[in-house]
């Protein structure tokens, strides 16, 4: 797939996307235009996917992204060490995690960081791959889990054992 390339550049950063060549870019009055050649299925979900890529990419380098999780349970907490962060979450050793290139992780308290970038994907992405490390579980809600994420408690051992239902 080789095709033009579209570059963005703003207070934030810089960014840059290659969109195929079933694709035509045109700048028209300060705006950014994507035409297809076609109007093959292919091409229409082309065409939508740049139009968002391009879009994020304009939004990233002018404001940024930002994804915020919190870290919950007794003993549970974060802590910036250089381009590295340790995470205590109930593990025998604390797990740290190296911030990558691009990204910058701000820790205000123990228990909530964020991270944030101006590629929307890496932020997403590196956001999933630090809740990986100890999603919440239903039955105390313990774990690292996103800003303002509900998570759904089950009913434990005790409950179902006390005669309910007999």
């Known amino acids: ?96 995690v190296k911030i990558p290139d691009g990204l910058t992780v701000e820790a205000p308290s123990a228990t909530r960081f964020y991270i944030r970038g101006v590629d929307k994907q890496k932020v997403g992405e590196f956001a999933a791959e630090v809740r990986g490390i100890r999603p919440p579980e239903p039955y105390k809600g313990k774990g690292i889990r996103y800003e303002k994420e509900v998570v759904r408690r089950k009913a434990g051992k005790s409950v179902i054992g006390a005669g309910v239902g007999k």
Not at 36 to 59: C, F
Not at 71 to 82: A, N, P, Q, T
């Open 1 to 96: 797939m080789s095709g033009q390339s579209v570059h963005a550049e703003g207070p934030v950063g810089k960014l840059s996307c290659e969109v195929p060549s079933v694709l035509k870019v045109k700048i028209q009055d300060g705006r950014i235009i994507l035409e297809r050649i076609s109007d093959a299925k292919q091409t229409k979900a082309l065409h939508g996917l740049y139009r968002s890529l391009i879009a994020n990419m304009i939004k990233g380098v002018s404001k940024g992204f930002q994804k915020g999780l919190e870290i919950v349970g007794v003993g549970y907490g974060v802590r910036l060490r250089g381009d590295k962060f340790v995470l205590n979450v109930g593990f025998s050793a604390p797990v740290e």
